[in-house]
Each structure stands twice: as C-alpha cells, then as structure tokens.
C-alpha cells in the first residue's frame, strides 16, 4: 500500500509503537491491540505520548476491539487514525487488493 521502510519493533520495550513505517516522507508509528473489549482514552493518550517520543508525523492506533466515546474523542484534531475491529476488516480487504 506505498509504505516504505516497515519496522516492527522489539516484543519487549517497544515503548507503545509496534511498527515504525514511512509513507510520501511521512514516518508512521503503528500501535496494535488484541483486544475483545474496549480500549479507552487512557491507552489511546499513551500512544501519542509515545508518538511525540518517537517524533513521528502520524500514527495509527488498532484494535480487535472497539474504542470508547472518549477515546475518539482524544483523538480530534491529532495526527492519529483509530482502526477498530470493523474499520480493520476494512482495511485488510483494501490491503489485499491493493495492486
């Protein structure tokens, strides 16, 4: 899908990035959470935190689960996205087209 550069991260320490990628001169971290339940602000808070450590210019934040209400709306006017387990769906459908 025109990322370059796709990095995944230590298992251990990752400090709250699981893959660093660079796209159209943009570097991207990527956070992934197995998750059946919701993931609330607190997480999604801690992910930019860790984005500003990395210096990164975007980041996406995804999940199985979904996200709550407050979580969503940490995100406005940040340089996140937020992908939760039908979004993702979406996205891998779009991926596996992708030519």
């Given at each position: 899908?025109?990322?370059?550069?796709?990095?995944?991260?230590p298992?251990?320490?990752d400090?709250?990035?699981?893959?660093?990628?660079?796209?159209?001169g943009?570097?991207?971290?990527?956070?992934?959470?197995?998750f059946?339940?919701?993931?609330?602000?607190?997480?999604?808070?801690?992910f930019?935190?860790?984005?500003?450590?990395?210096?990164?210019?975007?980041?996406?934040?995804i999940?199985?689960?979904?996200?709550?209400?407050?979580?969503?709306?940490?995100?406005?006017?940040?340089?996140?996205?937020?992908?939760?387990?039908?979004?993702?769906?979406?996205?891998i459908?779009?991926?596996?087209?992708?030519s």
């Amino acid at each position: 899908m025109g990322y370059e550069k796709v990095t995944l991260t230590p298992q251990s320490n990752d400090k709250g990035i699981d893959v660093l990628a660079v796209k159209n001169g943009l570097k991207i971290a990527i956070q992934c959470k197995k998750f059946k339940g919701v993931v609330g602000s607190p997480d999604v808070q801690a992910f930019l935190g860790a984005m500003q450590n990395a210096e990164v210019d975007k980041g996406f934040f995804i999940t199985t689960g979904t996200f709550s209400i407050a979580a969503e709306k940490s995100t406005i006017n940040m340089p996140i996205e937020l992908y939760d387990k039908i979004s993702l769906s979406n996205l891998i459908n779009i991926a596996m087209n992708f030519s």
